[in-house]
């Protein structure tokens, strides 16, 4: 099984700019969830989806979008990249969102200038 | 608000020196507490989840313990493989399946 994978992992954006972070996992796994990581801030939930179809909003949703049309794949959209979106984002996975552990891909990092 | 807090930000060990990282939390009803390890570059590795207060979980030289607050992970006789930054991330019972992670504590285990 390759996990959790995550495509690309470096890309630079200029202001108002937009594009798509790649996740998908093959252990069949119905919970995935995209965080941003960022200096003394931990990791912040940007959208979560416990299924094909079904996606919510988490902690910093805004600037963002998912959608879920497969179990496998869980994009996520920026859709006009300012500086502040500059970060490193992570997407995860869990077999469902109930007190389940996730597990994370190897992340994106993303300037943008 | 539910909130994580993990101490200390920063620690530096001598290899074989044991000592505790510190998770508190506030949460009204735990669904369940996550230790992960996060080494640079790299996403985070799973490491123990626990559910209720008095629980423990081990795993070579760590070990993870719960109270109705707090979660201690304690590293034993550490080597300097065990250098990592250490997450901890909660559930509660109010917030779905939304996961709240503390910031992190930077373990450094000097040779």
């Known amino acids: 099984n390759a996990g959790v994978t995550q495509t690309p992992k470096f890309q630079v954006l200029k202001t108002g700019q937009s594009m798509t972070l790649q996740c998908a996992q093959d252990?069949?796994?119905?919970?995935m969830s995209w965080y941003r990581q960022d200096p003394g801030m931990g990791l912040r939930l940007i959208h979560y989806?416990?299924?094909?179809?079904?996606?919510d909003q988490g902690e910093v949703p805004n600037g963002y979008n998912v959608s879920r049309s497969t179990t496998e794949d869980f994009p996520l959209r920026l859709l006009s990249a300012a500086p502040s979106q500059t970060s490193v984002y992570f997407c995860?996975?869990?077999?469902?969102?109930?007190?389940?552990?996730?597990?994370f891909g190897p992340g994106t990092r993303l300037t943008v200038t | 608000e539910d909130q994580v807090t993990q101490s200390p930000e920063a620690l530096r060990l001598q290899e074989g020196e044991s000592s505790s990282l510190n998770c508190s939390y506030t949460v009204s009803g735990l669904r369940g507490l996550f230790w992960y390890r996060q080494d640079p570059g790299k996403g985070p590795e799973f490491l123990f989840t626990l559910y209720s207060a008095g629980e423990e979980k081990e795993k070579e030289r760590l070990k993870a313990t719960l109270t109705k607050k707090e979660s201690f992970l304690h590293i034993t006789a550490p080597k300097p493989e065990d250098s990592a930054t250490y997450l901890c991330?909660?559930?509660?019972?109010?917030?779905?399946?939304?996961?709240?992670f503390g910031t992190g504590t930077s373990l450094t285990v000097i040779p």
């Open positions: 252990m069949n796994h119905e919970y």
């Open positions: 991330a909660v559930q509660a019972l109010d917030t779905g399946n939304q996961f709240y």
């Open positions: 995860a996975s869990s077999i469902t969102g109930v007190a389940y552990e996730q597990y």
């Open positions: 989806s416990v299924g094909a179809g079904i996606t």
